[in-house]
T-cell receptor, first 111, second 113 residues
């Protein structure tokens, strides 16, 4: 069983829909990252969080440490949000060299 | 501000050939990383460098060597390429290993025939 599980693996939605991508992990963590991989391949860091909730524009990331679960929400989705979204976690007292990555969720937003 | 620059973007090698992937960052980051990304698998760490002058193995180091030439540059070398090393390689950097966002290069798509 992977330490980091993302769901769904693939998601197709219409422009304007509210999107939720889930990430569950099995170990205690010190931080969780959400990354976005563009269709061209580049990877961008979206959020890094250890508790609560963060918001940037139309993107919201939440984490529940007790339930070992995080969600990434996209409001008013747009075709340019089409990308692979990757969750990654760092164990307690470990550095970024110990990041464990999920397999990613491929999101497609149709106009 | 270029961020993390990786070269080349594409490379085709024959089995047994060698090559070096170059990575440079201009953000004065201490930590640098090399990952590989294969279909159906998450990113996997090959080597990392917590600071200038230090390097350590990651999850999948076999067949690779690295050099942290200075604070800016971290290169990955394949001494004798194998088809199993066909992958997309990403270099990344962060200001430190703890609670710092990662900055990625654009990737190198390597095919070994």
């Amino acid at each position: 069983k992977n330490e980091v599980e993302q769901s769904p693996q693939n998601l197709t939605a219409q422009e304007g829909e509210f999107i939720t991508i889930n990430c569950s992990y099995s170990v205690g963590i010190s931080a969780l990252h959400w990354l976005q991989q563009h269709p061209g391949g580049g990877i961008v860091s979206l959020f890094m969080l250890s508790s609560g909730k963060k918001k940037h524009g139309r993107l919201i990331a939440t984490i529940n440490i007790q339930e070992k679960h995080s969600s990434l929400h996209i409001t008013a989705s747009h075709p340019r949000d089409s990308a692979v979204y990757i969750c990654a976690v760092i164990g307690v007292d470990q550095g970024a060299q110990k990041l464990v990555f999920g397999q990613g969720t491929r999101l497609t937003i149709n106009p | 501000n270029a961020g993390v620059t990786q070269t080349p973007k594409f490379q085709v090698l024959k089995t047994g050939q060698s090559m070096t992937l170059q990575c440079a960052q201009d953000m004065n980051h201490n930590s640098m990383y090399w990952y590989r990304q294969d279909p159906g698998m998450g990113l996997r760490l090959i080597y990392y460098s917590a600071s200038e002058g230090t390097t350590d193995k990651g999850e999948v180091p076999n067949g690779y060597n690295v050099s942290r030439l200075n604070k800016r540059e971290f290169s990955l070398r394949l001494e004798s390429a194998a088809p199993s090393q066909t992958s997309v390689y990403f270099c990344a950097s962060s200001s430190g290993p703890y609670f710092s966002p990662l900055h990625f290069g654009n990737g190198t798509r390597l095919t070994v025939t």
